[in-house]
């Protein structure tokens, strides 16, 4: 048992890590506002030429042959830097869909909806739309989906359409539980990252800002939250890199309960960490300026994909034995 | 990244497994629990059986009768034996966990012949003697007085939350010896004989009824200054090294039990009545444990990245100093929902209401003192804020 990264995932790590610091940095990802739905093609096909899309795929299929947790390390950066997308879904879809896998083809996905209608994320920028039902996993076409763009989205960098009804579409080689299980656990990664910058960012902010004439880190009410905040990424990076090896290697155990807590967990984490960070910046958290509300909103955003906070939850008291363990 | 545990680990929890199989067969029932000698007795009969069996001082070096286990040997030692439901190390905690290490760490050469193999076969029972009244959180304010009187210490003052006193052969004893210095410069780490006159010992009764602290009153205590760990006026320094023997295990017993409890709790609720059904059927209660079980899951998952952190580098990262806090917290969750899924089950120390009621009630009061004992849980935030997060402290 070696539960830490590897030397390659580290290069891994930094490597992603330091692209995404040069060709993503928060400007550019808060330029992407103002691109049809907020996908950055240019920088999307950097990302796949770096591999991000084709981690898990075979040698044979230019991918690097690597484990779910491998990608869910690449997907905490990914997080971190907040890059607007739908990275999961291109990432899930990159063995069925062509072009998914380098970049060239981006991937957008909606799951089975409760109710008439349809809200779809990044239905602009994307060039194909996998649709997840309780069967089947299909493939529409954007241009086939009869869709309204709703003016004023929640997160101005998940631009959202309202579609009435969905086509069919064509069936992809892929099962719905295995898209569901691996874009959550991809989502609690990216989710992962979210929190460690909120976390990080909340620390930077309190040890320059005084009041009172220190550091306002200095005083317990502050250091509680981000002590607080810390421990939550620390747990639920833990508990996404379980899920994922859980994936890869199902006698380890439950892989059902370790992916519904990674997914709980982090959801709770990005949310949490994000309203720690807008606490700890005082008035200037309210504002628009300061990146604090952008992964606040978007943390808000990725718990209704891949199952909710609270669907994962149950999902994890469902896996309690009815029995007394042994 | 791994958590397959390799063919030596392996191989060391299926001989485990078999040990306690055989041995838990014939081991007596456990003693009532205000039965001190007998608890005494029974705890360190169990030491003694480790002793023999090789498991005792599993991480202790070999030059002091350890067995220098990796630490995922400690992590697979706890877990086996937590599962198996062993006993617990009980009367023996200070002396296995807290004052063997720190003589193991500190002591002489002679201090350690002296103490160290008893500790390890069960003949001795050690407590501790830091905390005082006005000394908790800000222990280093301590005021227990020890002044020099030839080859001795003349020691007077009072201790408070010193487990097992009442059965203990010695204490691992903070002082003041010099009153003038800066708090923590000022601290002697002695080894004071339980039986040296002078010593007054009064129980203390917790919220769960008797327990195993007890006040220590200490009135012209004599101790020689052959007694001493370690330089005068270093103890400070010394009770930091303890913590350095910490290798991300110190958690495992009560996170494995944990688990084991959140699941029996899951089904104790299909059993508890409800106007129409039972508890489980509840979606709030079940939201509410899959929350805490996931957290007791993720948790579990880092102590397997500190015991990994360990192995590499021999010491366990800050992820240790989470786990603490994390846990405690958690683990008030779970005893707040088990009293929810009992309600009116919950009014009586019994299992004719409801079985297994009693268990989740123990457990309930028991677990109140997580998020105090050993740094609160907001001394915790402190720690990590600035050890971690680099945080002022002023």
Known sequence: ?326 | MDLRYTDADEAFRAELRSWLESTLQDLPAPPARDDWAERRRYDTDWQRRLHDAGYAGLNWPERVGGRAASPSEQLIFLEETTRARAPYVGVNFVGTLHAGPTLIAEASEEQQERYLPSILRGDEVWCQGFSEPTAGSDLASLRTKAVRDGDEYVVNGQKIWCSFAQVADFCELLVRTDPEAKKQAGITWLILPMDSPGIEIRPIDTVAGSSEFAEVFLGDVRVPVANRVGDENDGWRITQVTFSFERGTAFVSELVDARRLANELAVLARRAPRMEGSAWDDATVRRELGHIVAELDALWALTKRNVSQAERTGSPGPGSMMIKLAYSEARQRLGELSLRVLDRAALAFSDDLLSGADELLEERLRTLALTIAAGTSQIQRNIIAERVLGLPRK
């Open chain 1, 1 to 326: 048992m070696d539960f830490e990264l590897s030397a390659d995932q580290e290069a891994l790590r930094d490597g992603i890590a330091e692209l995404l610091a040069g060709r993503f940095g928060i400007e550019r990802v808060r330029a992407c506002e103002n691109l049809p739905g907020a996908v950055d093609r240019e920088r999307w096909r950097e990302l796949g030429e770096a591999g991000v899309f084709a981690l898990r795929l075979p040698e044979a299929d230019g991918g690097l042959d690597l484990g779910l947790v491998d990608a869910a390390v690449v997907f905490e950066e990914l997080g971190a830097a907040l890059v607007p997308g739908p990275l999961v879904w291109s990432e899930v879809c990159a063995g069925v869909v062509g072009g998914a896998a380098d970049g060239s083809t981006v991937v957008g996905g909606v799951s089975a909806q409760v109710g008439d209608r349809v809200v779809i994320e990044h239905l602009g920028g994307i060039d194909a739309l996998a649709r997840v039902g309780s069967e089947r996993v299909a493939r529409l076409e954007p241009g086939d989906v009869t869709a309204e763009p709703l003016a004023r989205p929640l997160d101005p960098l998940t631009p959202v359409s309202l579609v009435e009804a969905l086509p069919e579409g064509d069936p992809l080689a892929l099962a719905p539980a295995r898209a569901r299980r691996d874009g959550a656990v991809l989502c609690a990664a990216y989710l992962v990252g979210m929190a460690r910058a909120m976390a990080a960012s909340g620390v930077v902010y309190a040890l320059e800002r005084e009041q009172f004439d220190r550091p306002i880190g200095s005083f317990q009410s502050i250091k509680h939250l981000l002590a607080d905040a810390a421990v939550r990424v620390e747990m639920a990076r833990a508990s996404v890199h379980a899920a994922a090896l859980h994936v890869d290697d199902p006698e380890l155990g439950d892989v059902r309960r370790a992916v519904a807590g990674s997914k709980h967990l982090a959801g709770e984490a990005a949310i949490a960490n994000a309203r720690t960070a807008l606490q700890v910046h005082g008035g200037m958290g309210f504002t628009w300026e300061v990146d604090v509300h952008l992964y606040l909103k978007r943390a808000w955003v990725l718990d209704t994909v891949f199952g909710s906070a609270d669907e994962h939850a149950d999902a994890v008291a469902a896996c309690l034995s009815s029995f007394p363990l042994a």
